[in-house]
């Protein structure tokens, strides 16, 4: 199938892209190895709510999520963080702490952050979107100017002149190019890790958020764990209530660990932290993302200890150089990582596809800035 533009992976950044091209008349094909598009991006639904185990937050000062949120109207409320913050120490002594709140200004996305990624597909004709295709080798076609073949474990092949990887980079490592890429973009690929691509959330589903009736705000920072960090992830629906802690033991320790065991150890923390009413929750659920294999590779199993510096700009040489472009959410130089990163590559390389095409065209050329997705570049909207 001939296309203008091929995108590897529907998470954000490559959702982003799809939907921001074939809005501005652009033959564009999404590639997604999943079964679903969102990638990182999941909210699940129990009771009434939908809750996040993928990113749960969202901040002020993030334009491109603040006009994407304002373009389709999806609304935002605040993380809840009223009360005491505890924190345990390794010998499990907890401390209640009145000052220090953790998660202060973190925005909730109403419906979950997949809201966003399903008012993007539902603009999508069918035939844009092909979920369950894993691309497993990008072939540059000589003498064909410039057409790259991108073909599928199952077969087939999909050619454009513009390709863009919106995959996680190690996982662009493992995939064939032909000729292959310079030895310098593989090892940047390889290297830079996926953020949050080794982590594990667990939810506790409760009644009601009996802890606010202590004056605790469901934060809490374990040193003993097995949850190192835990949050009220109750949504402004209200039920059910929940809490979610990030599992502090890394994928390689959690291996020793059946599900069930874990979830039991989450538990009893809960308890000594958030007294009795916590052993009985309605549901527990873990979502491990270093076993996700169209997000995480062997080397994300020992989490980064702490955010890194992204924006490592990947540049092919020649003949990948003006074929291929790596748009995931890491390659961005603020916010690298995160939604508002991925949102921002996604959108800026649709926005530097759409000028070349304008320029081929002899048609007046935009700016990026001023594209309709950032009709609006700040919050004031909000109440
Ligand atoms: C547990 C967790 C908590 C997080 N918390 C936050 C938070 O609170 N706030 C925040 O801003 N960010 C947070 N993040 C990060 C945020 O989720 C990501 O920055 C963002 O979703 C990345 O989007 P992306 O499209 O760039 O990459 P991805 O979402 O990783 O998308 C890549 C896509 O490529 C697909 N793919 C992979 N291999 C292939 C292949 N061979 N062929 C075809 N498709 C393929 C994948 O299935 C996936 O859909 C969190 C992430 C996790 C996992």
């Given at each position: 199938m001939d296309v203008d533009v091929v995108i590897v992976g529907g998470g954000l950044s490559g959702l982003a892209a799809t939907w921001q091209l074939h809005r501005h008349g652009i033959n564009v094909r999404l590639l997604e190895a999943r079964e679903r598009t969102g990638g990182r991006v999941l909210s699940i639904p129990f009771g009434d709510s939908w809750f996040d185990y993928g990113p749960s937050w969202v901040w002020r000062g993030q334009p491109h999520v603040a006009g994407i949120l304002k373009h389709f109207g999806i609304g935002v409320y605040e993380q809840v963080c009223d009360g005491d913050l505890l924190q345990q120490t390794a010998e499990g002594v907890i401390h209640r702490n009145?000052?220090?709140?953790?998660?202060?200004g973190a925005l909730r996305v109403r419906g979950g952050i997949a809201a966003i990624c399903s008012a993007m597909q539902a603009e999508l004709p069918d035939e844009i979107v092909h979920c369950d295709t894993v691309v497993t080798a990008l072939n540059c076609l000589?003498?064909?100017?410039g057409v790259v073949s991108v073909v599928t474990k199952a077969g087939n092949e999909f050619r454009a002149s513009n390709i863009a990887m919106a995959v996680p980079l190690p996982i662009a490592a493992t995939i064939e190019f032909k000729p292959p890429l310079d030895s310098k973009s593989v090892g940047l690929l390889a290297s830079t890790p996926t953020w949050m691509a080794g982590q594990a959330k667990v939810f506790a589903f409760y009644e009601?958020?009996?802890?606010r009736e202590q004056g605790l705000s469901g934060d809490a920072f374990s040193s003993r764990g097995p949850l190192a960090e835990i949050h009220d992830a109750t949504t402004e629906v209200g039920a059910p209530a929940a809490l979610m802690g990030f599992v502090g033991i890394d994928a390689l320790g959690r291996d020793t660990l059946t599900k069930s065991k874990l979830i039991e150890a989450a538990k009893q923390q809960l308890v000594e932290l958030f007294g009795q009413e916590a052993n009985s929750p309605i549901e527990m659920q873990i979502m491990d993302w270093s076993t996700e294999p169209f997000t995480a590779v062997d080397s994300d199993r020992i989490a980064p200890s702490h955010h890194p510096q992204y924006g490592i700009?990947?540049?092919?040489?020649?003949?990948?150089s003006d074929r291929v472009s790596f748009i995931v959410s890491e390659t961005a130089t603020e916010n690298g990582g995160l939604v508002e990163g991925a949102l921002h590559q996604g959108l800026g390389y649709a926005c530097r596809i759409i000028q070349a095409f304008k320029r081929e065209a002899d048609l007046p050329v935009d700016k990026c800035e001023s594209d309709p997705h950032t009709a609006s570049m700040s919050w004031d909207w909000i109440k």
């Open positions: 009145d000052i220090f709140k953790s998660m202060q000589s003498g064909d100017d009601r958020p009996f802890w700009k990947v540049r092919p040489k020649l003949p990948w």
